[in-house]
């Protein structure tokens, strides 16, 4: 079935670096990725857009110029979260559009932790 | 977009079945039921998906009823692994690049 890798599972940094999270269609290309974020306790909220070769589109109230984003290869996307700050502390999802089984296939999340 | 409405929680005992309601009253024509659920501290995970027929498959089956205004997600025996929150979805089945957009969902739980 359609496998998305994210990594790394779990980050801790210090306030005012940077992080970058990857997520990869192992067996399937994803023309389309997701980013979503979940605080505590809360469904998962869209970030962004992301498509191979594109710009991404972000959502409402989310900064373009702290959450980059990178979809260089149709089996790779990237989320660089700059300036990391303790309210940025958050569980990142991503998803890719695509594969042989269903169209929506999630990655296994990657919690971050500012400090 | 089409939203969907769950129970905030359901309980269910081990080796049950257990009854998933969602109602999507203002669903399109070509928007999909899907079932995500999402245990701790991981991504979500499908489930099952439909458009207007009833749907079954190793995990659950989906029965949508026939105004597709509401749909049952069935897990046939709970067993203590499938707690976790389910999610209904409503995606539209003709838009490649749309996103599934996640309301709050109903958290499951199974007791011994």
């Known amino acids: 079935g359609a496998v998305v890798s994210q990594h790394p599972s779990w980050v801790i940094c210090k306030s005012g670096t940077s992080v970058k999270i990857e997520c990869r269609s192992l067996?399937?290309?994803?023309?389309?990725m997701f980013w979503y974020r979940q605080f505590p306790k809360q469904s998962l909220m869209l970030m962004a857009t992301?498509?191979?070769?594109?710009?991404?589109?972000?959502e409402q109230g989310v900064e373009k110029d702290k959450f980059l984003i990178n979809h260089a290869s149709l089996t790779l996307s990237t989320l660089t979260v700059t300036s990391a700050h303790p309210e940025d502390s958050s569980f990142y999802i991503c998803s890719a559009e695509g594969g042989a089984n269903y169209g929506y296939t999630f990655g296994s999340g990657t919690r971050l932790t500012v400090v | 977009d089409a939203k969907t409405t769950q129970p905030n929680s359901m309980e269910s005992n081990e080796e049950e079945p257990v009854h998933l309601p969602c109602n999507h009253s203002?669903?399109?024509?070509?928007?999909?039921i899907h079932w995500y659920r999402q245990l701790p501290s991981q991504g979500p995970e499908y489930v099952i998906h439909g458009l207007t027929s009833n749907v079954n498959n190793r995990m659950a089956s989906l029965a949508i009823a026939e105004d597709r205004k509401s749909s049952t997600l069935i897990l046939h025996r709970a067993t203590l692994r499938d707690a976790a929150v389910y999610y209904c979805?409503?995606?539209?089945?003709?838009?490649?690049?749309?996103?599934?957009?996640f309301g709050k969902g109903t958290t499951l739980s199974v007791s011994s």
């Open positions: 992301s498509n191979e070769g594109s710009k991404a589109t972000y």
């Open positions: 067996d399937f290309q994803a023309t389309t």
């Open positions: 979805i409503l995606g539209s089945g003709n838009q490649a690049g749309t996103a599934l957009i």
């Open positions: 203002t669903i399109s024509g070509t928007d999909y």
